[in-house]
């Protein structure tokens, strides 16, 4: 029996950019376009309807791609997004990903990056195009370090597993990495998103980049 297909929900005001989109998406057998929205309220609601695993947004669009991300997560919070920009604006991806965003690609990223990148958001694994991981780490090193009590509770294990979350490895490869097994890994993952109070793996990186975590392991 074939897997479903990932259900995808395209959210960009810009009808060329929709159609080159839904072009793009049904050559891939495994994405499957299930709505699109021109703004940020309408995106929302068409997430509450279809559930989709992963919304496509535009972060600069009427309502705000901010807006968007912020309010699809409340309404469809198994919904991971992914920005879509033409501005490597570090500020505003910040922003983003604190409103539950998962991952940002800039528009000049080729078909089957997209493609990659949309299968590893329903698998909840995070991607950052360059350019904007290092605009935004150079952000993050500039602005204020979250409270030391934070790390403190972690463990010497959970700080090592949230050190290769932050790379962007994914369970497998930490496992592999630590030498422990990936359900032991999901354990120490879900430890340590509980204690930043903090909701996907994406936010906790930011976490680990603004506190200097990431740093003080290289």
């Known amino acids: 029996m ?27 057998p495994d994405l499957a376009l299930v709505g699109e929205a021109d703004d940020a309220a309408t995106a929302a609601t068409l997430c509450a309807e279809q559930r989709p695993d992963v919304a496509l947004v535009d972060l600069v669009m009427p309502g705000g791609g901010i807006e968007a991300t912020r309010t699809i997560r409340a309404a469809s919070p ?57 605009k935004l780490m150079d952000a993050l090193r500039r602005g204020s370090e979250p409270g030391s009590e934070v790390l403190e509770s972690l463990s010497q294990r959970e700080r090592e597993v949230l050190t290769l979350m932050a790379e962007g490895l994914s369970n497998q490869h930490i496992a592999d990495r630590l030498g422990i097994g990936e359900k032991t890994v999901k354990t120490h993952v879900s430890n340590v998103l509980g204690k930043l109070d903090v909701s996907d793996r994406t936010q ?15």
């Open 2 to 28: 074939n897997a479903q297909p990932i259900r995808v929900v395209i959210a960009d005001d810009h009808i060329l950019v929709r159609q080159g989109i839904r072009a793009f998406l049904e050559t891939y």
């Open 78 to 134: 198994q919904t991971q997004i992914v920005l879509l920009t033409s501005f490597d604006d570090a500020q505003q991806i910040v922003a983003a990903v604190q409103a539950g965003a998962l991952s940002c690609l800039l528009k000049d990223v080729d078909a089957e990056a997209l493609a990659d990148t949309l299968r590893k958001a329903a698998r909840g694994e995070a991607v950052l195009h360059p350019r904007v991981a290092a």
């Open 204 to 218: 906790a990186a930011v976490y680990a980049w603004k506190s200097g975590l990431k740093q003080r392991a290289s």
